[in-house]
């Protein structure tokens, strides 16, 4: 029978000493998923009370119905005095805490793989709905062993594991790793789990090149963002690359944002002595690195980019480290390696050809 939320309350007992947060919001993504599966049991309440009924087993389920601010909660009603009651909750309860969680998920891995059951057929056997079923498994099938041993000793909530799972495996250790370390909340660890994903920072040069040409690069390489780094977006031989040609020609470009960030570049008055080797190549990325840590730009800029999809920071010079005739490194090779290590991407692709040789 349906019962009003209203007219239940927990009893004057309790055989768990605290409602587990984690269990509930479990529940609670169930119950909005695919409704109350199992009525929770209860027993009409002592005249004493405010209520008509107390629960005896479901109080987890009763706090998730309430959080999804349901107005009634479907119920079996048993006539039970005190003794009855506690005797009652006690097995209940047991039942229902005999199986781990892991073990529950071994168990549907089992009827999913060596026995071909949907997900559904599983439910009627356990009595799990299938989008729990489907939790259960994946904590099993997805997680790499390392990950799924921190859930299966506790130090690692179920709920935040199938966040993780969403990860190859071989990435799913380090942001394991964070997770625990900075103390996240699951909804954190979804926030972070999109910027995790978001690894890989791009460079590329348009010297040489076509307008066309750099788009088409871009979109082979999934661009969705190019941050224009030079300081002044001026481009004395290429007028088709000054920064108001690029906006207005971006603006036509379906799937990738232009954006110039002059704040990273280099003014004139320090590449013309780099280029001409009156500067070295320590000095000359010294002064970069001095230039870009000032105030607290550099760290917004990265939080910027960890937001923005896969970026490339884009200049004129047609390598990033010194080829050919390029005997100099594009800042943007500086830029990349310190967003690199300062954590907000964990890997880099050059765009075009690139020489691993660097000058001695």
């Known amino acids: 029978m349906k019962v009003a939320l209203?007219?239940?309350?927990?009893p004057d007992f309790q055989i768990r000493e605290e409602i587990d947060d984690d269990h509930v919001e479990d529940i609670r993504e169930s119950f909005a998923e695919d409704g109350q599966w199992n009525p929770?049991?209860?027993?009409?309440?002592?005249?004493?009370?405010?209520?008509?009924?107390?629960v005896i087993s479901g109080s987890h389920r009763l706090e998730a119905a309430r959080r999804l601010n349901w107005s009634e909660i479907e119920a079996t009603i048993k006539d039970l005095g005190d003794e009855s009651a506690r005797g009652l909750a006690v097995k209940t309860n047991k039942m229902q805490k005999e199986m781990k969680d892991e073990e529950i998920g071994e168990l549907c891995k089992e009827l999913y793989t060596d026995y071909d059951l949907s997900e559904e057929e599983i439910g009627d056997i356990?009595?799990?709905a299938p989008r729990?079923?489907?939790?259960k498994i994946t904590l099993v099938m997805d997680l790499a062993d390392s990950v799924y041993r921190r859930v299966k000793s506790g130090d690692l909530a179920a709920r935040k594991g199938l966040v993780i799972a969403q990860l190859p495996e071989e990435d799913q250790?380090?942001?394991?790793?964070?997770?625990i370390e900075n103390g996240w909340s699951r909804d954190e660890a979804r926030d972070r789990l999109e910027r995790f994903k978001?690894?890989?920072?791009?460079?590329v040069g348009y010297?040489?090149?076509?307008?066309?040409?750099?788009?088409?690069?871009l979109r082979e390489n999934e661009i969705d963002i190019l941050v224009d780094v030079r300081a002044s977006g001026e481009s004395m031989y290429k007028p088709e690359f000054n920064v108001d040609v690029l906006e207005n020609q971006f603006s036509n470009i379906d799937g990738i944002e232009y954006i110039h960030k002059p704040d990273f570049g280099v003014p004139r008055v320090i590449v013309e002595p780099y280029k001409q080797q009156a500067i070295g190549h320590d000095c000359f990325e010294n002064w970069y690195m001095w230039s870009i840590h000032q105030d607290d730009k550099f760290e917004q800029f990265g939080e910027f980019l960890e937001e923005s999809g896969k970026p490339a920071l884009m200049c004129i010079e047609k390598f990033p480290k010194p080829q050919g005739d390029q005997d100099h490194f594009c800042h943007r090779h500086h830029l990349?390696?310190?967003?690199s290590e300062a954590g907000y991407f964990r890997y880099r692709e050059d765009i075009g050809p690139v020489n691993a040789e660097l000058p001695t």
């Open 207 to 217: 010297s040489g090149k076509e307008f066309t040409e750099l788009v088409d690069e």
């Open 336 to 339: 990349a390696n310190e967003l």
């Open 173 to 179: 250790e380090e942001f394991t790793t964070r997770l």
């Open 126 to 128: 356990t009595g799990l």
């Open 40 to 54: 929770i049991i209860a027993r009409p309440a002592s005249g004493q009370k405010d209520v008509e009924y107390e």
């Open 198 to 203: 978001n690894d890989t920072i791009a460079t």
């Open 132 to 135: 729990t079923v489907q939790d």
């Open 6 to 10: 209203s007219k239940i309350d927990l």
